[in-house]
């Protein structure tokens, strides 16, 4: 397909992945994620990490409105995919949950991604298919750091 050079500055990295995400897009696509758009899927996937979590919240972690955001968990909800929980210390606050029809949607859309997964990485060196656990692991790790720390900027460079 394409030929990458070798350079890891983090400008030519940022555009190999850029480019590895649009055709895992494509290849997921293959999964259909129907019933649900992908405004819902990433509910549901903040859902299933963030069990609990309120409305306002949500809006925070979709970067939308908590109006817009009620009307996406209105449709999930009737979807069955979601649960509303009247907040136990306060009322008037709305908790969100993932259904256990909505954990067996999640569960059942991975399968199937990995499924398309699996049939690419057949193709690939045994070999490449280690190098990209391991920058893949890498790759997890300093994300995951970065969102809990809530930043975007990169930290220093180290090998």
């Given at each position: 397909m394409t030929a990458f050079r070798r350079r890891t500055e983090p400008d030519e990295v940022a555009r190999v992945t850029t480019t590895a995400a649009e055709l895992?897009?494509?290849?997921w696509g293959r999964a259909s994620t129907a019933p649900t758009s992908a405004s819902q899927l990433r509910v549901l996937h903040i859902l299933e990490h963030h069990d609990g979590i309120n409305l306002r919240s949500l809006a925070e972690s979709l970067a939308s409105t908590p109006p817009s955001t009620s009307r996406l968990c209105d449709r999930l909800?009737?979807?069955g995919l979601v649960e509303r929980v009247v907040s136990a210390e306060d009322r008037?606050?709305?908790?969100?949950?993932?259904?256990?029809?909505g954990r067996a949607y999640l569960a059942d859309l991975r399968t199937r991604r990995e499924r398309e997964l699996r049939s690419v990485l057949a193709d690939m060196p045994?070999?490449?298919r280690i190098a990209l656990l391991e920058g893949?692991?890498?790759f997890c790790?300093?994300?995951?750091a970065?969102?809990?720390e809530g930043?975007?900027?990169p930290r220093s460079q180290t090998a």
């Open positions: 895992l897009e494509v290849v909800v009737a979807a008037r606050e709305v908790r969100l949950h993932l259904s256990g029809r045994v070999a490449k893949l692991e890498a790790d300093a994300a995951a970065q969102i809990h930043t975007s900027e």
